[in-house]
């Protein structure tokens, strides 16, 4: 195992005792304990799989260095992941008899990526410690993983998750946010989940990172400012018409652009800064601003303080990454995150 990973883990769990001195014998949102032992929470590995967080931290570090987007993708997994019945590894499964999987949703289809990543790690993890670590909780690691790779906050993963025996094309058509949504929709998107509006903006800033195709943000182009916001760069509107009405981007609407043009592989809060200015590439973004008080006073606070974005990223990451948890005969530990068992 790499050194600089062992110790890097090392020294975070001393960082997390100090601040969290309770976390280790709590259990987390949506838990549960059996006969006194703590099936959902922190440090819940430490002796059945002690390997497990150093292997993934250095399976992401290996993808993320060979492809900074991948940063991105695999946030984007667990994202996509918790808002189809909860965080349990539902995004991953193939199609079935049984059932059509969430691949293929809308929302999904031909724009998720980072699944071999994950696969890679769960056959690194099963040679270690056979049938312990669930896919979802790969999802959640290697989405803190991600984060911190590219210049992000750390925090422990709470874990203990079981992998589902279904997945819903349905639900995650229905379910995760889509590219053109109002504020008042992506609202009722968070909330229908148990989110709020504080965690829809904080975890809006996950788009600080990785890239967007032309379709996804065409009600972008139609002029050369946005008459919602008055403050919307014209030139930065015009580079978006050029990529995608030809020049490198062929019309076809398979052009991607960066969804943070200043900072693209970086996780930090130009983000928000971008936002204020009226370069959100994607609308649901720039509505943030536009379309709510609320939002922009939250846009403005997270523009003016990386580390109460930080912070509220944080701490919204972990409300997400406790939805829907299953536990117990609820799911299984999958020994293949594509099919269950």
């Known amino acids: 195992m ?24 709590e259990s987390g949102y949506g838990g549960d304990e059996t006969g006194g032992v703590i099936i ?6 430490k002796d059945s799989c002690p390997e497990a967080e150093a292997i993934v931290f250095s399976s992401v570090q290996e993808a993320v260095m060979e492809d900074p987007r ?25 199609d079935t008899d049984n059932f059509v999987g969430e ?3 809308p929302p999904n289809l031909n724009s998720l990526r980072g699944f071999e ?5 769960k056959s690194e993890l099963e040679a270690f410690c056979p049938e312990t670590i669930s896919c979802a909780d790969i999802l959640a690691i290697a989405a803190r993983d991600s984060v911190l790779l590219s210049g992000g906050p750390s925090w422990e993963v ?36 148990g989110l709020d509006l504080k965690d829809m903006v904080a975890l ?20 050369s400012g946005d008459p919602n916001n008055p403050l919307a760069s014209s030139a930065f509107i015009q580079s978006l018409q050029q990529l995608c009405s030809g020049s490198g981007g062929g019309g076809s609407g398979a052009a991607l652009a960066q969804l943070d043009l200043v ?34 006073e939250l846009v403005e606070t997270y523009a003016q303080d990386t580390f109460a974005f930080f912070e509220d990223f944080q701490a919204s990451m972990l409300r997400m990454g406790g939805l829907g948890v299953k536990t117990g005969a609820s799911g299984e530990i999958r020994r293949n995150c594509r099919t269950v068992n």
């Open 158 to 193: 709470q874990v203990g998750r079981k992998d589902s025996l279904t997945a819903s094309k349905t639900l995650a058509s229905n379910n995760i946010p889509g590219p053109n949504s109002t504020v008042s929709l992506l609202l009722s998107k968070f909330q229908n989940v």
């Open 103 to 105: 691949k293929t949703a």
């Open 204 to 223: 809006s800033g996950a788009h600080t990172m990785g890239k967007a195709r032309c379709s996804s943000f065409s009600g972008r182009l139609q002029n």
């Open 263 to 296: 900072t693209p592989a970086t996780f930090d809060n130009q983000y928000y800064v971008n936002l204020i200015s009226g370069e959100g590439l994607l609308p649901s973004d720039q509505v943030l601003v536009t379309g709510d008080d609320q939002t922009r």
């Open 117 to 121: 990543v994950i696969e890679g790690i």
């Open 40 to 45: 959902f929470g922190f440090n819940v590995y």
């Open 70 to 94: 991948m940063a991105a993708s695999l946030l984007r997994l667990h994202f996509h992941d918790c808002f189809v019945n909860g965080c349990d590894g539902s995004v991953l499964l193939d």
């Open 2 to 25: 790499n050194k600089f990973v062992v110790q890097f883990l090392l020294l975070l769990n001393l960082v997390m005792i100090l601040l969290f001195p309770n976390a280790l014998s």
